[in-house]
């Protein structure tokens, strides 16, 4: 059975068909609203601050909370990018990684033996010698950043039109990994941020020894399958380790986040530290327009098709079972969110958020000789190129080249004050834990295993919400009012799965795996209303470790912080 290749296409256009997303979700508690008069908000365009501008004077004067340098280079250096597509840290100084269930599932099947199925059945390596390595996976470690912008933009003004203009950052962005990797002899990454305002090269510490030690079954680790996916309350215990290895022995790292044993409560203030994907906070509303219009109806019947494809497959394997169910989820995610994307798009008072920003920043550049005149013509220009671009070859370029020159304007407008887009690079952002009005009432803060074994028993224990034979009968040890998952306003989007979840003492409270679905309009606009990002408890996933699989090697290393010399 072959996997339908143009999905891999599809899906690669971004990450806003990954795994997580914003706000504004209903229109009915907008009404009455004049939407001339809507106001842009400070925040619109995100927190999802990089660790070269962290925002200290804000954290300061919001939560009275100053990072030194040693606190964020430490945050840094603990967090990883895994593989290509979602987060991860270490939480040890032996190399112990941690992501989340749904970000290691292919790593599980890869490395699952003729007579396993680890997938239904989960994995727990109960000794070091049983952890298995995982051909082709690596984790990354951001080292250095390096700004490059001056460089860049020098080579770029070199070019006689846009096309020309692009053309000559791409060979400047290759000529300086090249440079800087054999500089550095680390792993370089050319990075355009604000769509060009600022340029940077990542330098990255890569390691390719990456061995499976803990994975859920796949019963709990996505419990509730589609149904929940970008929903809460949620009862998922999407969480998967493994461990780092250097010259065949566990990588020893100064630099891990310890495990917290107290938690967090309602109105504690977290930070999420991962890689998200994509965003499009940036887009003029004429290219927003455009997608809501055009290109996600486009998608929306696309994807339709593929999914009765994909339904009408017949699996003659085990491993072309195994390859449906994964095409077939994919599909239902990105119907899910391109749908949560589109209603956001057709929200009028969201539109009129994004008109406003926009409004206000032409009447800046309008305001100034030297500006009116370097940017002036920019969004009819955005407005000529789209008009066109069927006619066009260069259409992209063209637009690219535009929205360069608008990153360039906002960076220098506003500076990081207004973070860049998302860029699948390392990003640190606030929040605090809190409720959110849903539904006609309220959002539990945290949910516990009581409601995990309520879902189970209320569909009358029926797929996806039927748990692996372990959880059935729960041991007595394990508390049921624990803390299993729980909410807070972070701004994440899809490539933010596995990203840790931290307090102020730079310990692992969490492990955020989604969004809710107010939460998708994000990829446009962020907002503290309605959105919220769902992550996985420590005490949660600490008690899951303890008393339903017995993990104590694992869990010791967790508390410990190193591996325990008893075990």
Same mark, same amino acid.
């Given at each position: 059975?072959?996997?339908?290749?143009?999905?891999?296409?599809?899906?690669?256009?971004?990450?806003?068909?990954?795994?997580?997303?914003?706000?504004?979700?209903? $229109?009915?508690?907008?009404?009455?609203?004049?939407?001339?008069?809507?106001?842009?908000?400070?925040?619109?365009?995100?927190?999802?601050?990089?660790?070269?501008?962290?925002?200290?004077?804000?954290?300061?004067?919001?939560?009275?909370?100053?990072?030194?340098?040693?606190?964020?280079?430490?945050?840094?250096?603990?967090?990883?990018?895994?593989?290509?597509?979602?987060?991860?840290?270490?939480?040890?100084?032996?190399?112990? /990684?941690?992501?989340?269930?749904?970000?290691?599932?292919?790593?599980?099947?890869?490395?699952?033996?003729?007579?396993?199925?680890?997938?239904?059945?989960?994995?727990?390596?109960?000794?070091?010698?049983?952890?298995?390595?995982?051909?082709?996976?690596?984790?990354?470690?951001?080292?250095?950043?390096?700004?490059?912008?001056?460089?860049?933009?020098?080579?770029?003004?070199?070019?006689?039109?846009?096309?020309?203009?692009?053309?000559?950052?791409?060979?400047?962005?290759?000529?300086? /990994?090249?440079?800087?990797?054999?500089?550095?002899?680390?792993?370089?990454?050319?990075?355009?941020?604000?769509?060009?305002?600022?340029?940077?090269?990542?330098?990255?510490?890569?390691?390719?020894?990456?061995?499976?030690?803990?994975?859920?079954?796949?019963?709990?680790?996505?419990?509730?399958?589609?149904?929940?996916?970008?929903?809460?309350?949620?009862?998922?215990?999407?969480?998967?380790?493994?461990?780092?290895?250097?010259?065949?022995?566990?990588?020893?790292?100064?630099?891990?986040?310890?495990?917290?044993?107290?938690?967090?409560?309602?109105?504690?203030?977290?930070?999420?530290?991962?890689?998200?994907?994509?965003?499009?906070?940036?887009?003029?509303?004429?290219?927003?327009?455009?997608?809501?219009?055009?290109?996600?109806?486009?998608?929306?019947?696309?994807?339709?098709?593929?999914?009765?494809?994909?339904?009408?497959?017949?699996?003659?394997?085990?491993?072309?079972?195994?390859?449906?169910?994964?095409?077939?989820?994919?599909?239902?995610?990105?119907?899910?969110?391109?749908?949560?994307?589109?209603?956001?798009?057709?929200?009028?008072?969201?539109?009129?958020?994004?008109?406003?920003?926009?409004?206000?920043?032409?009447?800046?550049?309008?305001?100034?000789?030297?500006?009116? $005149?370097?940017?002036?013509?920019?969004?009819?220009?955005?407005?000529?190129?789209?008009?066109?671009?069927?006619?066009?070859?260069?259409?992209?370029?063209?637009?690219?080249?535009?929205?360069?020159?608008?990153?360039?304007?906002?960076?220098?407008?506003?500076?990081?004050?207004?973070?860049?887009?998302?860029?699948?690079?390392?990003?640190?952002?606030?929040?605090?834990?809190?409720?959110?009005?849903?539904?006609?009432?309220?959002?539990?803060?945290?949910?516990?295993?009581?409601?995990?074994?309520?879902?189970?028993?209320?569909?009358?224990?029926?797929?996806?919400?039927?748990?692996?034979?372990?959880?059935?009968?729960?041991p007595a040890d394990l508390l049921l009012e624990t803390p299993f998952n729980f909410i807070s306003t972070n701004d994440i989007v899809g490539g933010n799965s596995g990203s840790p979840v931290i307090n102020k003492n730079a310990e692992i409270i969490g492990l955020a795996f989604d969004g809710n679905i107010e939460?998708?309009?994000?990829?446009?606009?962020?907002?503290?209303?309605?959105?919220?990002?769902?992550?996985?408890?420590?005490?949660?996933?600490?008690?899951?470790?303890?008393?339903?699989?017995?993990?104590?090697?694992?869990?010791?290393?967790?508390?410990?912080?190193?591996?325990?010399?008893?075990?």
């Open positions: 059975m072959k996997k339908i290749d143009i999905l891999s296409a599809l899906f690669s256009i971004s990450f806003i068909l990954a795994v997580f997303f914003n706000p504004l979700y209903s $229109q009915n508690i907008y009404e009455g609203i004049l939407l001339d008069t809507v106001k842009a908000g400070e925040f619109d365009n995100g927190k999802m601050w990089t660790f070269n501008h962290p925002p200290l004077d804000y954290f300061k004067s919001i939560y009275n909370f100053h990072p030194d340098k040693n606190w964020l280079d430490n945050v840094r250096m603990a967090a990883l990018k895994f593989a290509t597509y979602c987060s991860a840290s270490f939480i040890s100084e032996d190399g112990l /990684v941690l992501t989340n269930h749904h970000c290691g599932r292919d790593a599980v099947i890869s490395v699952t033996k003729t007579d396993e199925n680890l997938s239904v059945n989960g994995f727990y390596a109960a000794a070091l010698e049983d952890e298995r390595k995982v051909p082709n996976l690596f984790v990354d470690q951001l080292i250095e950043i390096i700004d490059v912008t001056d460089i860049v933009q020098k080579e770029i003004d070199k070019g006689g039109n846009d096309v020309e203009k692009m053309e000559l950052k791409d060979i400047k962005g290759d000529e300086l /990994v090249k440079q800087y990797e054999e500089q550095l002899n680390l792993k370089c990454e050319f990075v355009t941020l604000y769509n060009g305002g600022e340029y940077c090269i990542y330098a990255y510490k890569r390691y390719d020894d990456v061995r499976l030690v803990f994975a859920p079954e796949n019963q709990i680790g996505f419990f509730g399958g589609d149904y929940d996916n970008f929903t809460y309350p949620r009862y998922n215990l999407d969480i998967t380790f493994f461990r780092v290895y250097d010259n065949n022995q566990p990588l020893k790292t100064e630099h891990f986040y310890k495990w917290s044993i107290t938690g967090i409560d309602s109105g504690d203030v977290v930070f999420v530290v991962g890689n998200p994907g994509s965003t499009q906070r940036l887009k003029t509303v004429a290219e927003l327009e455009l997608l809501r219009d055009q290109t996600y109806p486009s998608y929306l019947s696309m994807l339709n098709f593929y999914l009765k494809m994909t339904e009408a497959m017949n699996p003659q394997t085990e491993q072309e079972r195994i390859e449906q169910e994964n095409q077939y989820f994919e599909i239902q995610n990105s119907l899910k969110a391109i749908s949560g994307f589109l209603k956001a798009l057709n929200n009028p008072y969201f539109m009129a958020k994004k008109k406003a920003f926009e409004r206000d920043l032409t009447n800046k550049v309008n305001s100034d000789t030297k500006l009116k $005149q370097k940017y002036g013509n920019l969004w009819n220009d955005i407005k000529d190129i789209i008009k066109n671009k069927s006619e066009d070859e260069n259409y992209q370029k063209k637009l690219d080249a535009k929205n360069r020159l608008l990153g360039k304007l906002v960076f220098e407008i506003y500076g990081p004050k207004i973070p860049p887009d998302a860029t699948f690079t390392l990003r640190i952002a606030d929040g605090v834990v809190s409720s959110y009005d849903f539904n006609g009432t309220v959002a539990p803060v945290f949910t516990t295993f009581y409601g995990l074994y309520d879902k189970y028993y209320g569909f009358k224990k029926k797929y996806p919400f039927s748990l692996p034979e372990k959880w059935q009968n729960p939460s998708l309009s994000s990829d446009f606009i962020y907002s503290t209303e309605n959105n919220r990002m769902v992550g996985v408890d420590c005490r949660g996933i600490l008690a899951s470790l303890k008393y339903i699989y017995n993990a104590e090697r694992l869990f010791k290393e967790m508390e410990k912080g190193k591996i325990d010399g008893n075990n």
